[in-house]
């Protein structure tokens, strides 16, 4: 008899199907800011906030669908000054001296409160990793488990990396980068990748170089700068396949300066964080299970962090994906949502008391 290959059984979707937000609303958060936030999928689930990345990129809606609905109550939230929330750090006027780590940190636990949960699970990727950690290590009895992708954990060495050292893979790009600050103040940046001479300032000085600019009244000099930052971003990913080859350029002209000044403010004060104390102090995670999702072609945040992670926080299981970057790929998605799946029925606590 002919021998018929017996069917394969389909890999499941990549996402959970687009589900729309039950709730939501505009949180006052004190110094005159007010973050949005929005509750997905099933009420009595359970809790687990999305920490969205950049910082200052905004929450996105595809974030919500790698969660069962029926299983997860999802919680997601523009940081200050980003996405809905207000003053907006497109607007000049708004003033980010209130915008720090440790702020964020509060915000997410005013949040919680707010909700009505006492213990969430936590999911995010590249800065919201760092955020996600930094929270996990001040509240750790709020954190049920934690799933992270682009493991980072913004310590000044890996700035430097992104704005200094990765121009030795993209040099031409680099240079028109530096060539965006102003010739007199080009004295405090590095000449180049490979000049050891460089300031100690994070990524040679040109994060604080394109902070200054961003601040500027002049609204010709805000774009520029922006789009200079946007560009060398996007040239630090362009050799990914998945995604666009402009993520950072491509944005709405609003969000796009947000993101580039929130960013600049951020990576200009090494995120206010003590160099290397997430991983030091990642002791503070234990009994907290987590998953590390990274890309093992991802440029903009090399594998060595999550590594580095992984051997800090016992609980933490390391899954490196083969075919992905910094901008992911539908195997890394795959693993994040199996993470999140494994998760869902893990016991959660009930309301804040």
């Known amino acids: 008899m002919p021998q018929h290959p017996t069917p394969s059984t389909p890999p499941p979707p990549v996402l959970y199907p687009p589900v729309e937000p039950y709730e939501q609303g505009l949180l006052d958060v004190g110094d005159g800011n007010h973050i949005h936030w929005e509750v997905c999928g099933n009420p009595h689930g359970k809790p687990a906030l999305v920490v969205h990345g950049g910082p200052g990129s905004g929450r996105g809606p595809?974030?919500?669908?790698?969660f069962d609905p029926e299983r997860y109550r999802v919680v997601l939230f523009d940081q200050?000054?980003?996405?809905?929330?207000?003053p907006h750090a497109s607007d000049p006027?708004?003033?980010?001296?209130?915008?720090?780590t440790d702020r964020l940190i509060g915000d997410m636990e005013r949040l919680r409160t707010h909700l009505g949960i006492d213990r969430w699970l936590l999911f995010g990727g590249s800065w919201g990793s760092t955020l996600i950690l930094a929270y996990a290590e001040t509240h750790p009895e709020r954190v049920s488990e934690i799933v992270i992708s682009s493991v980072t954990t913004t310590r000044r060495s890996e700035i430097d990396w992104l704005y200094l050292g990765a121009g030795r893979l993209f040099p031409e790009q680099w240079e028109r980068f530096r060539a965006g600050v102003p010739e007199p103040a080009r004295g405090a940046?590095?000449?180049?990748?490979?000049?050891?001479?460089?300031?100690d300032a994070p990524g040679g000085g040109l994060p604080a170089e394109y902070a200054r600019l961003t601040e500027s009244p002049d609204p010709a000099v805000r774009e520029q700068a922006t789009a200079d930052w946007c560009a060398w971003e996007d040239a630090v990913l362009s050799q990914e396949p998945d995604g666009s080859p402009t993520p950072f350029s491509e944005r709405p002209p609003?969000?796009?300066?947000?993101?580039?000044?929130?960013c600049a403010h951020y990576f200009s004060h090494g995120a206010w964080l003590e160099e290397g104390a997430l991983l030091r102090d990642a002791g503070r995670l234990t009994g907290i299970p987590g998953v590390l999702i990274h890309g093992r072609?991802?440029?903009g945040g090399p594998l060595g962090t999550a590594w580095e992670l992984a051997r800090a926080w016992p609980e933490a299981r390391l899954v490196v994906v083969e075919d992905a970057g910094h901008k992911g790929s539908d195997t890394e998605r795959r693993e994040v949502r199996a993470a999140l799946d494994a998760f869902a029925d893990r016991p959660h606590g009930g309301p804040a008391r």
Request: hydrophobic residues 35%.
């Open 62 to 66: 595809r974030s919500r669908r790698f």
């Open 80 to 86: 200050r000054n980003c996405g809905r929330s207000t």
């Open 93 to 100: 006027a708004t003033d980010l001296r209130h915008n720090t």
């Open 189 to 199: 940046v590095a000449s180049s990748p490979y000049d050891t001479s460089a300031p």
């Open 254 to 262: 609003a969000d796009r300066l947000a993101l580039v000044r929130i």
């Open 297 to 299: 072609f991802d440029l």
